[in-house]
């Protein structure tokens, strides 16, 4: 008697990594170029400049075929049998990334710094029985909302954060749980010098902790980029929550938020609408041996 096979996720840990050392080297290139160029960057400005460099370093990783070859990696991790195979898997390495840049659409409804950080990619699950099956699909969507927020070093030796909006104290109680403040810090009183960014999440914590935070320049667990980064694209941070994220960042209304749209996709016309569905046997092919 047959029986449908249990699928699960495929974790796209290498396909993140990949992304998330692609942020790492533009986030460089970034506070580089406030170094030398743009002293006194505003919160958006910087923001602005983070969208141009990583479409920079996304177009380098693409000519290299990074992202192809890192989603080939998690999907043989899934099923090593691949391998034994001559499963035709040409397609893996056409994923590519992408990035725009959504202004939102009118003025003086949030402040300019309001962003998401939204990553589209693809997924995948796999099953081992009774054969070993991948499916794979387009699609994938996440997102966390920040606070963009920039420290200025004052001549007391403190840095000077600034406080929340009456918008932001209004809306931060239902978005805690996907919500984070994207911690900019200038290194000087001049805003000569940009410390590499770091975030706060806001989950299991209120608005009042948030507050203080600023007020008090303490925060209590910032992570890195990288981390960010790999931790939207695995679903460990942010919200997939398609009614939330449609009401806040979608392109038809009034959109209050600023949107940082990051896509692994295949190009048009390369990837079918319906998805790929792969059978892959268990048994590694026989070699018979002629003897003469």
Excluded at 12 to 29: P, Q
Excluded at 86 to 94: T, V
Excluded at 97 to 113: A, I, L, Q, W
């Amino acid at each position: 008697m047959g029986h449908n096979p249990v699928h699960r996720e495929v974790r796209l840990s290498s396909t993140a990594s990949a992304l998330a050392e692609c942020w790492h080297r533009a986030e460089g290139r970034v506070c580089s170029s406030v170094d030398s160029k743009y002293h006194g960057a505003n919160e958006e400005q910087i923001t602005f400049l983070l969208q141009s460099e990583l479409g920079a370093v996304l177009d380098d990783a693409n000519g290299r075929g990074l992202f192809g070859r890192s989603f080939l990696a998690d999907l043989e991790r899934c099923l090593p049998q691949i391998h034994w195979h001559s499963i035709d898997l040409r397609f893996a390495h056409g994923l590519v990334g992408t990035v725009r840049f959504h202004s939102r659409h009118h003025e003086g409804t949030v402040s300019s710094s309001d962003m998401v950080l939204l990553i589209r990619r693809p997924s995948a699950t796999c099953s081992q029985s009774p054969n070993g099956e991948l499916v794979i699909s387009e699609g994938e969507v996440r997102a966390l909302f920040g606070q963009a927020k920039l420290g200025r070093p004052g001549r007391d030796g403190v840095t000077h954060w600034g406080k929340l909006t009456s918008n932001q104290r209004l809306r931060f109680p239902t978005m805690l749980d996907f919500m984070t403040l994207l911690l900019y810090r200038w290194r000087d009183i001049d805003g000569s010098g940009l410390a590499p960014i770091t975030w706060q999440p806001c989950r299991a914590h209120t608005s009042e902790d948030v507050e203080s935070w600023l007020a008090h320049d303490a925060f209590p667990s910032q992570i890195g980029s990288e981390a960010v980064v790999q931790g939207v694209t695995l679903g460990d941070f942010g919200t997939a929550d398609q009614r939330v994220i449609d009401e806040l960042v979608d392109d038809r209304g009034a959109r209050p938020w600023n949107v940082l749209e990051i896509r692994l996709s295949w190009p048009p016309g390369d990837f079918p609408a319906t998805g790929i569905r792969l059978t892959i046997p268990h048994e590694a092919p026989r070699v018979v041996v002629l003897r003469y």
